[in-house]
């Protein structure tokens, strides 16, 4: 064994001992997966760190550009709805529908009733109750002089259709039958 050792000087195996030089060739292909596996596990960890790194720099750039804008951005349909909202107000007095209004035939005794009775009405009616007309409706339709059943009701398809198309609904009008409900609410048939 003296001679072999001495054939071997020039090798990395000669400063172990002879009995452990055989399992050397054993441990390689553990410390090679030890090794990719590690090499697999940092290539990953770099890619994450690049997502999130690159999401926070997203974020950060979106949000110093909404800074330097001096507003929020939103979706341009609400911002659409907003400048139809607001144009419908501001421009009502020049865009109200001229809808006559029949008199109505008051009894006395509902004259004396409406005279003691607490002035709280406005003369508008609460357009709600028609099914399809919120809150939001409810004021843009006062914005364009709309504020009574009586109104509605004596619509003709034409102040319908220039609603309609004033609103965009496509025909909604018609569909929940506005006129028909206003009607009812009134006490017609």
């Avoid at 974020?59 to 911002?79: H, Q």
């Avoid at 029949?102 to 609460?126: F, H, N, R, Y």
């Amino acid at each position: 064994m003296a001679d072999n050792a001495k054939h071997r000087i020039d090798t990395w195996t000669a400063l172990m001992p002879n009995h452990t030089v055989a399992a050397v060739n054993l441990l390689t292909p553990s410390l090679g997966a030890a090794a990719a596996a590690s090499a697999i596990g940092l290539g990953i960890a770099s890619q994450m760190w690049g997502f999130w790194a690159g999401a926070f720099a997203g974020a950060f750039d979106l949000n110093s550009k909404t800074a330097e804008a001096g507003a929020p951005r939103v979706a341009a349909d609400v911002d659409d709805l907003k400048t139809i909202i607001r144009g419908k107000t501001a421009a009502a007095p020049a865009k109200r529908l001229q809808v006559p209004v029949e008199p109505q035939v008051v009894s006395v005794e509902t004259a004396i009733a409406a005279k003691l009775a607490p002035a709280v009405t406005t003369g508008a009616d609460d357009l709600k109750l028609i099914a399809g007309i919120g809150p939001k409706l409810e004021q843009v339709l006062n914005g364009m002089g709309i504020s009574t059943y009586a109104q509605i009701a004596g619509w003709t398809a034409d102040e319908i259709a220039k609603v309609d198309d004033e609103l965009k609904f496509g025909g909604r009008i018609v569909r929940d039958d506005w006129v028909g409900q206003a009607n009812r609410l009134m006490g017609k048939p």
